[in-house]
């Protein structure tokens, strides 16, 4: 069981939800061939509208590619652009540890390298309940896409940025 479709983005905030439906419908039809639950539908549509989102705010450039794979025992979500990188493996190598990105009322979002060019994201329960609104407005997305995915990595090779959200199927 193997599928995958490409879907090209202009990176204009009036043109998300064309691009989103797009999507969508082909997630429906992936749900009708394979027998995706619903669960996994509701889960990539919120993947999506923050990529298509993250694309209109932060890339910095004319368009995005965003893909959908499903494969064996995952569905995949990227999107790859040749816009500004989003500087994480500076920061995190400087701090020589985790990074926290984001944090609200209930999570906190950390940034991990994996290997050269290559971050994970993963979040934790906010124990301490400290909010910091000037944080929240920026990554809230990322958040999102963590908590939606088993798995949200970003790769930067120059001049390319892939974000990927991976969710396990059964």
């Avoid at 971050?119 to 809230?140: G, I, M, P, R, W």
Wanted: charged share 25%.
């Amino acid at each position: 069981m193997t599928a995958s479709q490409s879907f090209t983005f202009d990176n204009q905030a009036a043109n998300i939800t064309v691009c989103s439906r797009q999507m969508l419908d082909y997630l429906d039809e992936l749900l009708t061939t394979h027998g995706l639950s619903r669960a996994v539908k509701l889960r990539a549509k919120f993947i999506i509208a923050e990529l298509l989102n993250n694309a209109v705010k932060h890339s910095g450039t004319h368009e995005s590619t965003l893909a959908i794979a499903l494969q064996e025992k995952a569905l995949l979500i990227s999107k790859t652009d040749e816009g500004k990188p989003f500087d994480l493996v500076t920061e995190i190598e400087k701090k020589n540890a985790q990074l926290m990105v984001s944090s609200d009322a209930m999570h906190l979002l950390y940034a991990v390298k994996k290997e050269d060019n290559l971050v994970s994201f993963y979040c934790k329960e906010n124990l301490t309940f400290e909010l910091d609104v000037n944080q929240l407005a920026e990554h809230l997305g990322l958040l999102i896409i963590t908590k939606s995915a088993d798995e949200f990595t970003y790769r930067y090779h120059k001049p390319v940025n892939v974000f990927c959200a991976q969710i396990k199927l059964g």
